[in-house]
């Protein structure tokens, strides 16, 4: 090891790499568990280094896992089974017992970084001996998930387990996950036809484009002993539709789709050059990381650009810049191809073209070798080790993708002695995250055009619209056609019944076409003109319905009272009951002749209770969850409440329930009500507007102690710090709130009105000489009014005024 005598011992490489396929109906098939395939490979990539085998084994002081598909989300299942504790499951089967055990977050960059994360911690005299796994037995788990006699995977291990959680924050949204953007094809094909539309291709032309790209990967994965499907297609028959390939998401057909239903199990082990000597490794089996960068793309609608991925480009380059070379200098690439555009991602960055003479893949890529959950690239690291080792002192290339091109690793490997360097990853994101970003509208309304779309085709045939636009500012009646990137990004769906926009999707060239686009509670829609959604979408009718499902309305001459009527769920609230509420306060708000309402909550065998917040269990059900576009029980996200409302809180108000509370104008309370935000303890915010309200209602520091806390407030208690007005015996909240609403019925409507107004609008003006100074207008106004010359008669006659409403 003499060309090693200048590096420092603690310098990381690679010694051993090992990959297991356990194959669904063949004749060696076992039934191997995740952690079985994991232990497999990891056999394999021990036995590899060359070392003291039981030595090396025992070496392992730190052992890291790649998360499987069924425990990427919280709620993803296991139907077979799962281990406690996946990375010490593997190691007690291979018979180590490492001091350190980790579970990296989800995300098919997960391979590559700790790769990159331990070659450091090596290189810092944290470990010496690293062993990272990763498997996914998605092909057994669905073959036998509804079987009598299926295999039982559950292992208890137990132990230290240092488990960094999904990783999710910033890969996905509920806003997305509202318009059907839930699955990766899905996604993916939003970017790709953004990509086609950069390109200014047809669908025939891009479609060739995605085949030509793919079909070398079907070659390669033809050879290798390790891929799930060793068939090998043609560019043309990649693309072309059949029963076999049908279309997924537009413009994606299954050929051009990463394959989940796979057995596969992958390991690296990577040791310091003082073990590597200690334990007998042969010089020839190390490769050195000589390059390596992680960087982290903006939330997809935010992006400038959505054919690209700058994030990714720029990682690749800095793992380049590292090792001291170009990509023409690379002997071997891998591109993590889920999909194509990440792979033209890279291509496009760099200059590669699709029949790249050393070819874009090692391992066939993610459709044809197979897409080993986020396991993926843990198997083109241990090609890559393997064809370094056989032409040595050239330079492989690894990129690793993980969600929606919003995570990137990428790593260059070689077995010329390198020293390590470390990586500049944290000055790169910086950087990345100046990037301008786009406004995003969630409740568009208005002429618009097309950036991008996608069609989902379901197996039933049914077919499902998904549009990316940007909202017009231009005034025009439709749209000014723009598709310079200028206006505020939206997404949205086709609605069902809107077949000429969702042909356009499927046969025509729709970029840059003019739409429509609304907000609806359950999301948002697009048409081709508003006169379609208007027809699609009928005006509620106005005013006040005989009688509700989920709550009942009283009204007394200018007073209306509205009661949550779902006592049997302590007045909790469910989609159903939110719209009921919303389209109420809509009628009470349009009616001229409704001056006062009073929201309570019914009472069940003289119990009260205002409201528990949501309905969990309408939850857990897995119905649609939605809100009303003004919010919680039609109040918390309005814009206006030009008339008061008072909130008669005889019972509990708790979470939704306490921000329902607040977005009143007017709170009484009987003195058994509590009012919390309990939010915090179930790991989530108050999300209706009670971050905001509360700290504006009472003091900043009593509000940061209840909404950290989660502790809940007594009626006294919140009279005492101005949240509530008045505090009622027990059981008489709504008594109090006609007692109080009496009192404004006694004044001006169109008095109160004007006050209301005025107050919300000087509420944003902080100097309160400039705000008295801003209601000058407003007040001249009111008091040429009807009312105003009703109120000073009836003063000077001595007379209760009898009040126009104008």
């Known amino acids: 090891m003499s060309d090693w005598a200048g590096l420092d011992p603690r310098t990381p490489v690679l010694v051993g790499g090992g990959q297991a396929i356990d194959r669904l109906g063949a004749a060696d098939y076992a039934q191997l568990s995740a952690v079985g395939l994991a232990a497999e490979a990891a056999r394999a990539a021990l036995a590899d280094c060359g070392g003291d085998l039981p030595a090396v084994t025992a070496a392992v002081d730190t052992i890291a896992g790649v998360r499987q598909f069924e425990t990427t989300t919280p709620f993803a299942r296991a139907p077979l089974g799962r281990a406690d504790n996946y990375p010490r499951a593997v190691a007690a089967r291979i018979g180590a017992d490492p001091g350190r055990a980790i579970l990296e977050v989800s995300g098919g960059q997960a391979p590559q970084h700790l790769v990159t994360e331990l070659a450091g911690s090596i290189a810092a005299g944290a470990t010496e001996v690293a062993l990272i796994v990763g498997s996914e037995a998605i092909s057994t788990a669905r073959h036998f998930a509804g079987a009598g006699d299926r295999p039982d995977f559950t292992e208890t291990v137990g132990g230290s387990l240092e488990d960094r959680g999904y990783g999710l924050?910033?890969?996905?949204s509920r806003h997305l996950a509202a318009h059907g953007l839930t699955d990766a094809p899905s996604q993916y094909a939003l970017l790709e036809n953004a990509r086609r539309a950069r390109e200014?291709?047809?669908?025939?032309?891009?479609?060739?484009?995605?085949?030509?790209?793919?079909?070398?990967?079907?070659?390669?994965?033809?050879?290798?002993?390790?891929?799930?499907?060793?068939?090998?297609?043609?560019?043309?028959?990649?693309?072309?539709?059949?029963?076999?390939n049908r279309l997924i998401a537009e413009p994606y057909p299954r050929y051009l789709v990463a394959r989940d239903q796979v057995n596969q199990g992958a390991a690296v082990l990577l040791a310091s050059i003082a073990a590597v000597r200690r334990l007998g490794v042969p010089q020839e089996r190390c490769v050195f990381l000589a390059g390596h960068a992680d960087a982290r793309e903006q939330r997809l609608l935010a992006r400038p650009d959505l054919s690209r991925s700058p994030a990714a480009a720029r990682a690749s380059e800095l793992a380049l810049e590292l090792a001291g070379i170009t990509m023409a200098e690379v002997a071997t690439i891998d591109l993590y191809s889920c999909f194509p555009i990440p792979v033209f991602n890279?291509?496009?960055?760099?200059?590669?073209?699709?029949?790249?003479?050393?070819?874009l893949?090692?391992?066939?890529?993610?459709?044809?070798?197979?897409?080993?959950?986020?396991?993926?690239?843990?198997?083109?690291?241990?090609?890559?080790?393997?064809?370094?080792?056989r032409a040595p002192g050239s330079f492989g290339f690894v990129g690793a993708n993980g969600g929606i091109m919003g995570k990137y690793s990428a790593g260059v490997y070689t077995t010329r002695p390198t020293p390590w360097r470390p990586g500049r990853s944290g000055a790169l994101q910086a950087s990345l995250d100046e990037r301008p970003r786009v406004e995003v509208d969630r409740r568009p309304h208005g002429p618009a055009v097309i950036e991008t779309f996608t069609v989902r085709h379901g197996k039933d045939g049914q077919r499902r619209g998904i549009v990316i636009g940007r909202l017009d500012g231009s005034g025009h009646p439709e749209a000014s056609g723009h598709r310079d990137g200028s206006g505020r990004r939206f997404v949205a769906t086709v609605p069902p019944g809107e077949q000429e926009l969702l042909d356009l999707l499927g046969q025509g060239d729709p970029f840059g076409a003019v739409v429509y686009a609304r907000a609806f509670a359950s999301g948002n829609h697009v048409t081709r003109t508003r006169a379609r959604m208007d027809s699609l979408f009928p005006a509620r009718p106005p005013g006040l319905r005989e009688e509700y499902e989920h709550v009942t309305v009283r009204r007394d001459g200018h007073l209306l009272e509205v009661t949550i009527n779902r006592p049997q769920v302590r007045n909790a609230l469910h989609p159903p009951a939110n719209d009921e509420l919303?389209?109420?306060?809509?009628?009470?708000?349009?009616?001229?002749?409704?001056?006062?309402?009073?929201?309570?909550?019914?009472?069940?065998a003289g119990t009260g209770e205002f409201c528990a917040g949501h309905d969990l269990a309408y939850v857990a059900s897995g119905q649609k969850v939605w809100v009303p576009l003004n919010g919680l029980a039609g109040l918390t996200g309005r814009a206006r409440m030009p008339k008061p409302v008072i909130a008669a809180v005889n019972g509990l108000a708790q979470g939704a329930g306490c921000e329902i509370a607040l977005a009143c104008h007017l709170v009484v309370a009987d003195a058994a009500a509590g009012f919390g935000l309990g939010e915090v303890r179930s790991g989530q915010v108050p999300g209706a507007g009670g971050l905001v309200r509360l700290p504006r209602a009472i003091p900043e520091k009593i509000a940061t102690e209840l909404i950290v806390t989660g502790r809940r407030m007594s009626a006294a208690e919140a009279h005492?710090?101005?949240?509530?007005?008045?505090?009622?015996?027990?059981?008489?909240?709504?008594?109090?709130?006609?007692?109080?609403?009496?009192?404004i019925l006694a004044g001006s409507p169109s008095a109160v009105r004007s006050a209301l107004a005025i107050m919300a609008d000087t509420r944003g003006i902080g100097d309160t000489v400039a705000a008295v100074h801003s209601t000058a207008d407003a007040v001249e106004d009111q008091m040429l009014?009807?009312?105003a010359a009703e109120g000073m008669k009836a003063l000077a006659e001595q007379r209760a005024p009898r009040w126009w409403n104008r």
Do not use: K, Q
């Open 361 to 389: 893949t090692l391992t066939g890529g993610l459709p044809y070798f197979g897409g080993a959950g986020n396991n993926y690239s843990m198997h083109a690291i241990v090609e890559t080790l393997h064809r370094a080792r």
């Open 200 to 244: 200014g291709l047809s669908r025939e032309a891009y479609a060739a484009a995605m085949g030509a790209l793919f079909a070398p990967f079907t070659e390669v994965a033809a050879a290798n002993p390790v891929a799930a499907s060793r068939v090998r297609r043609d560019a043309a028959e990649l693309v072309r539709l059949s029963e076999a």
């Open 785 to 787: 009014t009807d009312d």
């Open 582 to 604: 919303d389209e109420i306060f809509d009628a009470y708000f349009a009616d001229p002749d409704l001056w006062v309402a009073i929201l309570t909550g019914a009472v069940l």
């Open 720 to 743: 005492r710090w101005g949240l509530v007005n008045r505090v009622t015996e027990a059981g008489a909240a709504l008594a109090g709130a006609r007692e109080l609403a009496a009192e």
């Open 169 to 172: 924050a910033g890969l996905g």
């Open 346 to 359: 890279i291509c496009d960055a760099f200059g590669l073209a699709a029949d790249d003479p050393r070819g």
